[in-house]
């Protein structure tokens, strides 16, 4: 969720299950007020806060930090994603998220669980060696502080990418649970506009995998086939260790959590039967 989405939120709340874990944006256009409020309101309503802290956003030590100081006052340090965030030219001291890691900064205000990105289908902007390397140096950095770690992964359209860069990610011996980016429901257009922006594949083969059509772009789609796919591998694969889905909420927090709620009621069932 974002900064303004806090009335989504109360919106959707009963649909969500306690204690879910609910990341919150930090945008260019909102302000840390607006971040520490809807932090503050995931916690409130029963969930758990995970504030996005963009490194090369951020104007300085101070502002950062200012930031987890807050996320303190409101109990809500103790899980945060680091990303770099997207400006190309830094703001401030902080080049990318391994350097906001290494500094040390994130113990002293409480955090204990520090969400790292995984990108199985690369970045657009970054070369794959150097995406390895920084998802090593970040998990032996938060290893060696006694800090947990996760790895919430790129969403994507395609099963094949993500289950192999799982299994590269063990072969690295990076044991970290992995959570897989999941697209909850949303109309066509609207995905594909985000998988253009993150580098997505999103050919007329894997958008037929994944159960739409690039010739007919009304209508909605959702991760059904995804996600049974995948499991249906992970279910076989060994070494592949803790792996669960997080859910990026493009079609709104609502419709998000109803249709995990009712996709997950019809697959109870269908095992029960």
């Known amino acids: 969720m974002t900064g303004k989405d806090v009335p989504g939120l109360i919106e959707a709340k009963d649909a969500i299950p306690a204690g879910t874990k609910i990341n919150v944006t930090f945008l260019g256009n909102e302000d840390l007020q607006m971040r520490v409020a809807a932090a503050e309101a995931v916690r409130e309503l029963g969930f758990i806060p995970v504030p996005h802290i963009s490194s090369r956003r951020l104007k300085s030590q101070a502002e950062l930090e200012e930031f987890l100081a807050r996320l303190r006052d409101v109990g809500a340090t103790e899980h945060v994603f680091v990303v770099g965030g997207d400006p190309h030219t830094p703001e401030g001291p902080y080049e990318n998220s391994a350097e906001v890691i290494r500094s040390g900064i994130l113990t002293d205000y409480g955090v204990r669980e520090v969400s790292i990105a995984g990108y199985p289908e690369g970045h657009p902007d970054i070369a794959d060696d150097v995406l390895w390397d920084a998802l090593e140096t970040k998990s032996a950095s938060l290893r060696e502080q006694g800090i947990g770690a996760t790895i919430l992964t790129q969403f994507g359209f395609d099963t094949d990418p993500v289950l192999a860069w799982i299994a590269a990610v063990r072969a690295r011996g990076i044991q970290s649970p992995i959570r897989v980016g999941v697209p909850g429901p949303a109309g066509i257009k609207r995905l594909l506009g985000f998988a253009r ?77």
């Open 197 to 273: 922006r993150f580098g997505v594949a999103s050919s007329a083969g894997i958008a037929a995998k994944y159960g739409f059509s690039l010739t007919n772009l009304l209508g909605t789609a959702g991760p059904d086939r995804f996600i049974d796919a995948l499991a249906g591998e992970l279910a076989s694969a060994e070494t592949a260790g803790e792996v669960k889905l997080h859910f990026y909420t493009f079609g709104g927090l609502l419709a998000t959590s109803t249709w995990v709620h009712d996709f997950r009621q019809i697959r109870t069932k269908a095992l029960e039967s």
